[in-house]
């Protein structure tokens, strides 16, 4: 899939579209709290995907509620179990955007972070993956990605 440039030198006039895939086994605890950070993001040119991989925990009504006011598109997709790699796989064909950030069903983000993300991808434009430091909450933040 070809993604449009960023702009000239990585400058953009305009706010690029993020895509934003978020995959789920079995988490029905804890997405709610991942779709809710994504929903609570300060940057709002969003797309949200998220692909659940087969659970049997009553995930997918959990996803249903927690999008059902989202101020962003939000597709999801519902899979038989076929494992994380086929659900990141499912998940990026359906993206639009010109920057994609994952995000695991059991983590959540602050609510700064892809704005932080879209401003290092603008300063950096050269790059293809990107990483950030994660806080543990134990201890000094640590490479992660």
């Known amino acids: 899939m070809t993604r449009p440039a960023l702009g000239v030198d990585g400058a953009s006039s305009r706010r690029p579209l993020v895509s934003v895939i978020l995959t789920s086994y079995n988490y029905a605890q804890f997405?709610?709290?991942a779709i809710a950070?994504?929903?609570?993001?300060?940057?709002?040119?969003?797309?949200?995907?998220i692909v659940d991989d087969g659970s049997s925990d009553g995930s997918p009504a959990v996803i249903e509620k927690a999008v059902k006011d989202a101020s962003?598109?939000?597709?999801?997709?519902?899979?038989?179990?076929?494992?994380?790699g086929s659900a990141l796989n499912a998940g990026y064909a359906k993206t639009s955007g010109e920057v994609i950030c994952l995000l695991d069903s059991d983590d959540y983000w602050y609510?700064?972070?892809?704005?932080h993300v879209v401003a290092f991808v603008e300063l950096f434009p050269d790059g293809a993956l990107y990483q950030h430091e994660m806080e543990t909450g134990k201890g000094p933040k640590r490479a992660g990605m």
């Open 72 to 84: 962003i598109p939000v597709e999801i997709l519902l899979q038989a179990n076929a494992g994380q």
């Open 31 to 33: 997405i709610e709290q």
């Open 37 to 49: 950070s994504v929903l609570a993001q300060t940057y709002e040119h969003m797309e949200l995907i």
């Open 111 to 115: 609510a700064e972070k892809v704005a």
